[in-house]
């Protein structure tokens, strides 16, 4: 059974003070870009292949999905839009890539699991 990696786009953007505040779109293609790699290779402790969702919102809503990473727009809340995908993937296994603690807990009682953005940020 294939993980479910789903991404905090807003969360992992924001994670680094690269100037991503000017381009939010931009910096979600960017990230989207990048996580095509971890679909086969997998991340520390969950080896691919994996499913990868990226969870976008706001500016950055119109992101539209590639090979290897779909892109879901959060009409409202982007952490109550992964909670929703996560409790949608409860016959298989989760895990969310986000530093907030409160979406933290909240996919935990879920029974995902959870990474920080270090993840998969490049170094």
Do not use: F
Request: contains cysteine.
């Amino acid at each position: 059974m294939r993980t479910l990696l789903v991404v905090d786009a807003a969360n992992v953007v924001g994670s680094v003070p690269d100037g991503w505040w000017r381009d939010r779109h931009g910096a979600a293609e960017r990230l989207r870009d990048r996580l095509v790699a971890y679909a086969d290779t997998g991340i520390p402790g969950h080896p691919g292949p994996l499913d990868i969702t990226l969870v976008v919102e706001g500016a950055a809503r119109y992101v539209e999905s590639i090979e290897g990473v779909r892109v879901v727009s959060a009409p409202g809340s982007g952490d109550d839009r992964i909670v929703e995908l996560v409790a949608e993937a409860a016959d298989s296994p989760c895990v969310v890539v986000t530093a907030d603690r409160e979406l933290r807990r909240r996919v935990g009682e879920l029974g995902a699991q959870s990474v920080g953005p270090r993840t998969v940020r490049d170094s």
